[in-house]
């Protein structure tokens, strides 16, 4: 598995990250077998966050881990915390240490490699952030941080009070949902994908050397389906098809050598539990599409070239 930096740290990380929202469905022993493969293959970033399974995610994935025989120093862990499920979201200096202490006793570890804020929170006051940042920081707890679902204006914010570099932005990104694209491509123009949503946020990323973590990347819309084999895509998966024949991989290989195509040098996170569907990610991650394959897909999936 090809690695990267993450963010402005030193920090390699590979370029496929797994997500763990969904391990809750698989009993301790396949989980530890799940985990050694991951490992096993390079692809040793977890990611988590303290809403998936309301905890219990991370709660298995700590034990299934001390089961593994997987050691804590070669693994990297990241969890999110900030949204209270059903109710609100708290960036409140309180919150997030009670949120972190609580994290690391699930996951049953001393430190989390990366803590990252859960979409943002509108009553975010940026100095009590920078103040629980740095208790954690200080205290050993949590060696680097992030956000996730944040434009570039809030990142700002958060900045002009830390004192630590946010590494990450954890963003929805996928064939079908790639407006982060459309909206420079299509600029001065009244086309759908002309409205720019996010504040340009992918090229902010790229200027301030912030790693985008690609959620849903199989997804199209907020979580209405997977776009693969789909019948409301068809030119898309038909020239899917085409190319997994051609460089002897799935569609899923293809997708997955989409996103990671893009110069932004993005990490993608799969959310997938088999071990079958991950080696497929695996397998694209390995092919480096050619620009004329990669925009036929970008236009196959419905966006436009001005």
């Known amino acids: 598995m090809k690695t990267m930096n993450l963010g402005k740290s030193n920090l390699k990380v590979p370029r496929v990250a797994i997500g763990c929202m969904r391990i809750n469905s698989m009993n301790i022993e396949e989980l530890a077998e799940y ?6 293959n390079g692809l040793n970033f977890f990611d988590h966050a303290d809403i998936y399974g309301r905890g219990e995610c991370e ?14 120093e070669d693994i990297v862990i990241q969890s999110k915390c900030g949204i209270v499920p059903e109710k609100m979201y708290d960036f409140s200096k309180e919150y997030i240490i009670k949120s972190v202490d609580e994290i690391l006793e699930r996951l049953d570890i001393d430190y989390l490699d990366i803590l990252v804020l859960h979409r943002p929170d509108v009553l975010v006051e940026p100095e009590e952030v920078a103040e629980a940042f740095e208790i954690l920081h200080s205290s050993g707890k949590v060696r680097y941080f992030g956000v996730s679902n944040h434009k570039p204006s809030q990142i700002e914010l958060l900045k002009k009070y830390l004192k630590q570099d946010l590494l990450v932005n954890q963003l929805q990104f996928s064939l079908p949902f790639s407006n982060m694209i459309a909206s420079g491509m299509e600029v001065n123009m009244l086309t759908d994908g002309s409205f720019d949503r996010d504040g340009s946020v992918l090229d902010y990323c790229r200027l301030h050397d912030m790693t985008i973590q690609a959620w849903s990347p199989f997804q199209y819309g907020f979580f209405e389906g997977v776009f693969i084999g789909s019948e409301k895509y068809p030119e898309l998966n038909k020239n899917l098809e085409e190319l997994a024949k051609k460089y002897g991989i799935t569609p899923t290989g293809i997708a997955t050598a989409w996103i990671l195509r893009h110069p932004a040098k993005i990490q993608m996170i799969a959310g997938t ?6 080696q497929e990610i695996i397998d694209g991650s390995k092919v480096t599409l050619s620009r ?3 925009y036929k897909l970008y236009l196959s999936a419905g966006h436009i070239l001005p």
């Open 35 to 40: 985990i050694k493969f991951c490992v096993d």
């Open 292 to 294: 004329e394959e990669w």
């Open 273 to 278: 539990t088999k071990i079958s569907r991950l």
């Open 59 to 72: 709660r298995l994935f700590g034990k299934a881990l001390k089961l593994s025989g997987i050691k804590r």
